[in-house]
Every structure is written in structure tokens, then in C-alpha cells.
């Protein structure tokens, strides 16, 4: 039996329109609670949904002309979650900027330019509360060996696998950065150098759980040595840094850890 064009006009023709109204504003809302659940907006053009925006907007209105009231509120409910995706993209992209103009590329880890800035606050609570705070300075000894020998991508592996150790063993109140391609920096909160060794100790202690693979299957073994240096010494920042260097470099293969001194000026 036929079904005359009357009959779908009045009866499957609307369930379809309403079937596609809905398909598509549950498209945006999930990408939109998606999105508010994992902040995650790579590979989302702010572009794309500009002409989103602008193409819900045009059908709203051509809705209302046609007095097509389902295809009207679907779009201009849309659009709503349009503009909600799009307002997102722009947020979380300049917060990722932000952030990513704050870490080292390689090993995700604070650089020093974000250090510089972040540290100063932490040592003025420090003071203010009369505390005492450290900084070790570690430096990965057999890095450049490592690269000569095993080539950058292998280094750089084991950079990334160094970085995620130290991060690891840290407290949330302190603050790891890369000072360069072969050293890091810690600052330790509420720390003399007593506490900083241990803290020191406690790191060579994971470093030395790491175990590096190269191809030809040698044995290989993290070599770090670490300075320590605290507020004791110096009240400053970049002296301190300084400090904790300067014993590091006195460092051997006897003794990884060294606490500065007036001998290592």
C-alpha cells in the first residue's frame, strides 16, 4: 500500500526533522560536557567553530522566517553550545600557552625563567614564618659520554626518564626545574641542609632504581652528583643556586653529595 505525499508530510516527514534537530544538538553537548570533564581541546579549530557559530545563527533565523519553530530552537540551542566549545577552545589554548611558556620542551619540568618567578614568593612565606629553605643542584655527570656514544634520542629518553624520577620524589611544596641540558635545580621548603641531605640521599636512592637500555644492551647507570646549599648562607636566591653549585663541583666518586661550606667559595 502507497503512502500518499500528504500523509508523510503530516506524519514521518516531522519525526525526521525531529530526529535531526536532536542529532545534532546532542552532538555539541557532548563535546561540550567533554571537553569541561577533560580540558582537552587539541585538535579543535577556534575557526571552524567561528563558522559553526555562524552557520547555527543564519539557520535560527531562517527558522523563524519559515516559522519552522523545531528547526529555530535546535539551532539557536546549538548555537549555544557552539559559543559554550568556542569560548573553551580560546580559554584552555591561552592557558596551555601559558603554561607551556612556562616548562622546559623536553622534560616538561619548571625552566628557570618559571623558577625565578615562582621561587621568590615561596621564600617570602618562608621568611615571613621564620623557616629555613634549601636548594640541591644535581647535575647528570655521564650525560655528555651517553650522547657521544648512544646518540640524542637515547639521551634524551634518559633526560625525560631522570626528570619524571626526581618530580616523583618531590613534595608538592617544592619546586624542580631544568637549569640546563645536563643540570637541575630544587627548591626545598621549609629545609636546612640537614634535611636537604637526606632529601638528597633519598633521590640518589630512586635514581639508582632507574636502569638505562641502550640497544647494544650495556650496562648503564644514572651518574649524578648533587650540591646542597641553604638559606643560612645567603638569603638570596641566585646566590644560594650559586652556592649549591659551586659544592657540587667538588663532588667525586666517593662522595655524590656535597653541603656548601665557606671552603667552597
Not at 616538561?108 to 615562582?118: D, E, V
Request: proline share 2%.
Amino acid at each position: 500500500m502507497l503512502i500518499d505525499e500528504a500523509t508523510l508530510e503530516s506524519t514521518l516527514f516531522p519525526y525526521i526533522g525531529y530526529a535531526a534537530a536532536l542529532a545534532t544538538v546532542l552532538t555539541f553537548a557532548i563535546q561540550t560536557f567533554r571537553i569541561l570533564y577533560t580540558r582537552d581541546v587539541n585538535n579543535l579549530s577556534s575557526y571552524m567553530y567561528i563558522m559553526y557559530c555562524l552557520g547555527a545563527i543564519c539557520w535560527f533565523a531562517y527558522g523563524v522566517y519559515l516559522e519552522a519553530w523545531t528547526l529555530a530552537i535546535a539551532n539557536l540551542i546549538t548555537f549555544v553550545f557552539v559559543f559554550a566549545i568556542l569560548c573553551m577552545i580560546l580559554y584552555y589554548d591561552a592557558e596551555d600557552k601559558i603554561e607551556r611558556e612556562r616548562r622546559d620542551p623536553e622534560t616538561y619540568l619548571s625552566n628557570m625563567k618559571y623558577f625565578y618567578q615562582a621561587v621568590p614568593e615561596k621564600i617570602g612565606q618562608a621568611l615571613a614564618l621564620g623557616q629555613n629553605f634549601s636548594v640541591i643542584v644535581l647535575s647528570y655527570a655521564n650525560h655528555e659520554d651517553i650522547l657521544a656514544k648512544y646518540g640524542k634520542k637515547f639521551t634524551s629518553k634518559s633526560v625525560k626518564q631522570l626528570a619524571k624520577c626526581l618530580d616523583k620524589a618531590l613534595r608538592n611544596s617544592d619546586m624542580i626545574a631544568r637549569y640546563n641540558d645536563t643540570d637541575f635545580v630544587i627548591y626545598l621548603d621549609n629545609c636546612d641542609n640537614k634535611l636537604a641531605k637526606i632529601v638528597a640521599t633519598r633521590l640518589q636512592n630512586e635514581i639508582k632504581k632507574l636502569e638505562l637500555k641502550p640497544q647494544d644492551n650495556t650496562e648503564l647507570a644514572f651518574d649524578i652528583n648533587f650540591g646542597i646549599s641553604d638559606s643560612k648562607s645567603d638569603k638570596k636566591l641566585e646566590t644560594i643556586i650559586d652556592n649549591a653549585e659551586k659544592a657540587m663541583k667538588t663532588a667525586t666518586t666517593r662522595s655524590r653529595i656535597k653541603v656548601y661550606t665557606e671552603k667552597n667559595k
